[in-house]
């Protein structure tokens, strides 16, 4: 009879200590999906905010351009001015000088006005294009410029720059008083195997023409 008791008892704890187990082994797994899904949000606000901040620095560029070339706002609202030298935009009705179809980083001149630069287009998972493309975080201020600290999540963010007339003979032409911004900004992190993706678009319009 006592056998038999203690028979009982060694199986009562057993199932206990599975149960515990069991417990404790769901409450983890639910802890680190949870920390899994909190990360994955606070990295996609941080990608919009990335993504955000390119619009408005190209943003930014065109605006300038409407200031340090007022008397000639149809050419050189677009401009870019690694392309050209002592105003050559300036009744210059050409694309030869104006932003190209193409992909880009944003940079800051000495003169602290944005300015952009071109990249070569590689595939997202090749290193050359983490690399050219990898945002940094610097006082604050998410930069691809100044190299000063890592983020723990290495985000990449590419400006495609883009206009809306196109036919076969002057396709995406730089002529068009329209340009397509899409502001690109992609991620790892343990939540999935492949890149995470937020991707922003806005057209900028030649308004002031």
């Given at each position: ?177 329209k340009m397509k911004i899409t502001s690109l900004v992609q991620w790892y992190d ?20």
């Amino acid at each position: 009879m006592n056998k038999s008791k203690k028979a009982t008892s060694i199986i009562e704890a057993i199932i206990v200590l599975l149960i515990v187990v069991t417990w404790v082994t769901w409450m983890y797994k639910i802890f680190i999906e949870s920390t899994k899904l909190s990360d994955s949000t606070v990295n996609k606000i941080q990608a919009i905010q990335i993504a955000k901040q390119w619009i408005e620095w190209i943003t930014n560029i065109r605006d300038t351009n409407w200031i340090r070339y007022s008397w000639d706002i149809n050419n050189c609202w677009n401009t870019d001015i690694n392309r050209h030298w002592a105003n050559t935009c300036v009744w210059e009705n050409t694309t030869a000088y104006d932003i190209r179809p193409w992909s880009y980083t944003v940079f800051m001149e000495n003169d602290y006005s944005w300015n952009i630069e071109y990249k070569t287009i590689w595939s997202f998972w090749l290193w050359t294009y983490i690399n050219d493309y990898k945002v940094w975080l610097n006082n604050w201020i998410y930069n691809q410029w100044t190299i000063t600290e890592d983020l723990d999540i290495v985000f990449t963010r590419e400006i495609i720059i883009s206009y809306l007339e196109i036919d076969w003979i002057t396709p995406w032409d730089s002529n068009d008083p329209k340009m397509k911004i899409t502001s690109l900004v992609q991620w790892y992190d343990n939540t999935s195997t492949q890149a995470h993706k937020i991707e922003l678009e806005q057209i900028l319009t030649n308004w002031k023409q």
